[in-house]
């Protein structure tokens, strides 16, 4: 079965009513590909997932930033997965670097994260990703698969789940990592998939690219054969985004 191109766009900690209308009106009108083709899904703040997934044309979804790790209660400031479902926000992003970073989340965590969005039947965007100095003690795969087993070990069916793989040195730095350096890692993945998980899994299991991803550089990147899509940060807040759902093509 192929690997249907899937790009997604991370608006983070960003956006005003006013500019949050400005990304959708842009995005509405936009020349895009068939959804035969490519699958997009933009993830707003939680406050404006209700109005982007009003306002949006339908080819284009909608995905949280995050969900609480079990079912709701007494978590102040948390969002549950079953509050997404409830809404029909079909994916959630989790285990983004900046939460693992700032907010201590571990591999466990978000691989319990993972399991339970799951099991409330989201969607996932699991975020995999090595720091510079990971990538200089050249221990960028056992990161990568420590990260990736967390969730193996929790998760039987990866239907709903795509790996993003986003290295930490590339993220809002400007520093995309060159195709050949995206290749390597997703093609590593995809072995550690097959050796670990299933060779079915392996080749069906979408391994997006995020970090600096930008309209100019994303047709290079998209080229290569074990690049599915890509999670875009920055360049999702602009009309470029445009052209890296294009890339596809
Ligand atoms: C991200 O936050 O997931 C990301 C990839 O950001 P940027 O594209 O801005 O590097």
Redesign the pocket.
């Known amino acids: 079965m192929g690997r249907k191109f899937f790009v997604?766009g991370?608006w983070?900690c960003n956006g005003t009513t006013g500019e949050v209308k400005k990304i959708v009106d842009t995005l509405n009108a936009g020349a895009i590909p068939s959804t035969d083709v490519v699958e997009v899904v933009v993830s707003p703040p939680y406050v404006f997932l209700p109005v982007a997934k009003s306002s949006l044309r339908p080819e284009i979804q909608v995905a949280a930033q995050n969900c609480w790790v079990k079912k709701g209660g007494a978590f102040t400031g948390e969002v549950s997965a079953e509050m997404l479902a409830d809404l029909d926000i079909p994916w959630v992003?989790l285990g983004?670097?900046?939460r693992r970073a700032l907010l201590n989340e571990s591999n466990e965590f978000v691989g319990d994260k993972v399991a339970y969005a799951l099991s409330k039947g989201l969607k996932v965007i699991a975020?995999v990703g090595e720091t510079l100095e990971q990538r200089e003690a050249g221990t960028t795969m056992d990161v990568v698969a420590a990260q990736t087993k967390a969730i193996a070990d929790r998760v039987t069916d990866w239907t709903n789940v795509v790996v993003?793989y986003?290295p930490v040195w590339?993220?809002?730095?400007?520093k995309?990592a060159s195709p050949e350096q995206a290749q390597e890692v997703h093609c590593e993945l995809r072995k550690w998939l097959a050796a670990n998980v299933s060779s079915e899994v392996a080749s069906s299991t979408r391994i997006i690219y995020?970090?600096?991803?930008?309209g100019a550089n994303c047709k290079e990147l998209a080229a290569k054969p074990d690049v599915d899509g890509?999670?875009?940060?920055?360049?999702?807040l602009k009309p470029e985004f445009i052209d890296i759902i294009n890339s596809a093509t």
């Open positions: 997604g991370n983070k992003i983004h670097s900046e975020c993003a986003e590339a993220i809002g730095t400007g995309v995020g970090g600096s991803v930008s890509f999670l875009v940060g920055g360049a999702s």
